[in-house]
């Protein structure tokens, strides 16, 4: 067994990212177009087929109106955007060819790719791209993504290949947000069909990108196949991959030893240890965007008050959590996600509620009418296992200051509908982030109906300055307006960010050139190849 390390400062690779937005207007040069989905290896031979062993397993494959992560991880391989976000943050454009931004920064003009076909057979027309983002940007269709698109106005279609955005306030990451996480290019109407349209998307795929689905099983089994009329000349290389789906890490290490798998990332990087001497596999380690959490729902009982969300804060020790959950294969956190904590990150010590304070915890919940103390609920997700050892930790901790835990499992299915309902209450999270703060903060925490305000927080000082934050491209003004929001965030605690985990990844040596994105999504597997 070999470890890699592929260490590199994510707070770096947010600033060159930074850099690159900067260059809006400037046409993509063939060395950018080479980018996409990471470095090419010139010795890569086609065919043959990938198993990945996987620990989540998505609720659905509709990308505009499932938002689990589990969702996205897997669905990047069929859905595509204007834009691909590579490893460093940056926006190259991806079924757009070129864009252009106006002076007064209200307009962009793109040029899309000629010749890119769906799954379907249709070549993809500007008609297509209007039908897409207009769809995702209306409310009214319940895409988690909506928010992201609040400072569009309209959509045009002046000819079949370009399209033009029209805003309402100058928003210079709205590239970045033209990736695919949410939504992708689709046939023109395809919703219109009604709701079995959206179930159909477990069966067919109708996406732009290299792979098309071939099986979705649940509980069982994902295969997307090679997409032959695929735009982009030589790839995929792999003919197919597979999804087997694990129940826990104990079989995803059985399998990497029997060679079952190919590939696979451990929700445990501690997990993968037992794989150190293991011949013909190598655990790489790569830094993540991610960040495990805790969501204060204030629409849940006593979390209303906000001195219980502080004394809650107080009385949980994030180092002890990491260390129980993820071994220490992380970083702990405050407000933003590691890799974004030199550039855009207020320092820890500067930050209320971050030091275990039990004393202050039980005079705030005393203060708020519990002094006698407070039952919860706090909700995990199957699957995720680092949150299993998480509980039972937060749960010992927060017993000290009166507040007793219970702790109920579900399935990511039920936790996404309470997630899209704002009924989160008392819950564990674990999401990725592109190295913006906007990106970061705007939809989870901003108010409606601009944001989606998912824990009920309705913060109006904080919702300012989030419209602030994203209407803002000076970064040292960005800097400051962001240090205000994070310093509000952190005092009414509508969430507790507690650490960013590395990502352990267990490949055999036949795997070839396979290149993690620090979003723990699957870019990596369209320039993958297999040796044998």
Do not use: C
């Not at 069929?78 to 590579?86: I, N, R, V």
């Not at 033209?178 to 959206?198: C, M, Q």
């Not at 965007?289 to 994030?318: C, H, P, T």
């Not at 200051?401 to 990511?412: F, H, M, P, Y």
Request: charge should be neutral; hydrophobic fraction near 40%.
């Amino acid at each position: 067994m070999v470890l890699v390390t592929r260490r590199r400062t994510l707070g770096v690779l947010a600033s060159l990212w930074l850099a690159a937005t900067a260059l809006a207007g400037v046409a993509p040069a063939a060395a950018q177009d080479a980018q996409i989905y990471g470095k090419s290896d010139p010795a890569a031979k086609n065919g043959g087929r990938l198993t990945i062993g996987s620990l989540t397993e998505p609720p659905a494959l509709d990308p505009y109106h499932q938002g689990a992560d589990a969702r996205i991880r897997v669905t990047v391989l069929s859905y595509q955007g204007l834009f691909y976000e590579d490893a460093t943050g940056q926006a190259i454009p991806l079924l757009a060819e070129s864009y252009t931004m106006s002076p007064d920064g209200l307009s962009y003009t793109f040029k899309l790719r000629r010749g890119v076909k769906f799954h379907t057979g249709q070549t993809m027309t500007s008609a297509d791209v209007k039908y897409s983002y207009d769809y995702l940007r209306d409310s009214k269709n319940g895409s988690p993504g909506a928010g992201d698109l609040s400072t569009v106005d309209a959509i045009d279609a002046p000819d079949e290949n370009t399209v033009v955005f029209k805003l309402s306030k100058p928003n210079g990451l709205l590239p970045i947000t033209l990736t695919h996480r949410y939504g992708g290019v689709i046939p023109k109407d395809y919703f219109a069909s009604g709701p079995e349209s959206r179930t159909k998307l477990n069966e067919v795929s109708v996406g732009t990108g290299p792979f098309k689905l071939k099986q979705f099983r649940q509980n069982s089994v994902l295969v997307f196949e090679k997409f032959k009329d695929y735009w982009q000349a030589g790839l995929p290389h792999v003919d197919e991959v597979t999804f087997a789906f694990m129940p826990n890490s104990a079989a995803l290490v059985v399998a990497a030893q029997n060679r079952r798998v190919d590939l696979g990332i451990f929700t445990r990087p501690q997990d993968a240890e037992q794989l150190s001497k293991v011949p013909g596999v190598k655990l790489v380690r790569t830094p993540s965007m991610n960040q495990k959490s805790i969501d204060l729902g204030s629409e849940y009982g006593a979390l209303k008050d906000v001195r219980v969300r502080q004394a809650l804060a107080l009385a949980i020790d994030k180092e002890a959590v990491m260390k129980a959950s993820i071994a220490g294969y992380g970083q702990v956190i405050g407000t933003v996600v590691a890799g974004m904590q030199d550039r855009w990150g207020v320092p820890l010590g500067q930050l209320p509620n971050q030091k275990v304070d039990l004393d202050r915890a039980r005079k705030l919940l005393a203060e708020a009418g519990h002094a006698n103390g407070l039952e919860l609920d706090l909700t995990t997700i199957i699957g995720y296992d680092w949150m299993d050892a998480a509980a039972v930790t937060i749960a010992d901790q927060v017993q000290r200051v009166g507040v007793k835990l219970n702790i109920k499992k579900v399935e990511l299915g039920v936790w996404i509908r309470n997630f899209q309902s704002r009924q989160m209450g008392f819950t564990f999270n674990d999401w990725p982030t592109s190295p913006d703060p906007s990106l970061l903060f705007y939809r989870h925490f901003r108010a409606q109906p601009l944001g989606a305000d998912f824990r009920n927080w309705n913060n109006e000082k904080a919702s300012l300055l989030l419209d602030r934050g994203r209407e803002e491209s000076d970064y040292a003004k960005r800097r400051v307006i962001y240090d205000e929001f994070q310093k509000i965030l952190a005092e009414e605690v509508p969430t507790i960010m507690m650490f960013s985990a590395d990502l352990l990844t267990v490949e055999r040596d036949r795997v070839r050139n396979h290149q993690q994105h620090p979003t723990g999504w699957y870019f990596g597997l369209i320039k993958t190849w297999l040796a044998d």
